[in-house]
T-cell receptor
């Protein structure tokens, strides 16, 4: 029984480049949320997708975008990378859109380093 | 938007003692309050959560209390063990985004 899977696990990119991170939710889960966790801080909400539609967006610039596919997997894209984008990017899977109803399960994350 | 503050930022206890971590939130409409444990280099793992229609919840050595009037909630760990050492995060949410506290690094000394 697979949990939330994210790929790649680690990534090193140069400033100005573009990156794509991938997430596969738990089987049967239709919601994927993306979080950015800078070292020493709590995760910060970036996006939530449910049934292929964006259901929420955090306070991140337009360089960040995401999408969800018919199989409920998701991609997070970041353009024009900055040093400050270096972080652990976490994907959270849920049956629905609200924590109150369903709770969230996190994947192991992608560690992005921008040099 | 929601703002979550967490205290203390670091906590050191002797094995067998209790540990308490406190969080306050700003949006009185928030209705879901999870606690996550994150070990170094690993994903946050849900250890306990509480919903706004409940004042207290317990799971073995872990308990969470919620005071909606004061807008604060707390994590209580009893009979701490060295394997409880980790960073603990509280969070609060209403709809689809969770706002996290800054974390508490708990060290349990044998």
């Amino acid at each position: 029984d697979a949990g939330v899977t994210q790929s790649p696990t680690h990534l090193i990119k140069t400033r100005g480049q573009h990156v794509t991170l991938r997430c596969s939710p738990i089987s049967g889960h239709k919601s994927v949320s993306w979080y950015q966790q800078v070292l020493g801080q709590g995760p910060q909400f970036i996006f939530q997708y449910y049934e292929k539609e964006e259901r929420g967006r955090g306070n991140f610039p337009d360089r960040f975008s995401a999408r969800q596919f018919p199989n409920y997997s998701s991609e997070l894209n970041v353009n024009a990378l900055l040093l400050g984008d270096s972080a652990l990017y976490l994907c959270a899977s849920s049956l629905g859109t609200t924590g109150y109803s369903y709770g969230y399960t996190f994947g192991s994350g992608t560690r992005l380093t921008v040099v | 938007g929601e703002n979550v503050e967490q205290h203390p930022s670091t906590l050191s206890v002797q094995e067998g003692d209790s540990a308490v971590i406190k969080c306050t939130y700003s949006d009185s409409a928030s209705n879901y309050f999870p606690w996550y444990k994150q070990e170094l280099g690993k994903r946050p793992q849900l250890i306990i959560d509480i919903r706004s229609n409940v004042g207290e919840k317990k799971d073995q050595r872990i308990a969470v209390t919620l005071n909606k009037t004061a807008k604060h909630f707390s994590l209580h760990i009893t009979e701490t063990q060295p394997e409880d050492s980790a960073v603990y995060f509280c969070a609060a949410s209403l709809y689809n985004d969770m706002r996290f506290g800054a974390g508490t690094r708990l060290t349990v000394k044998p």
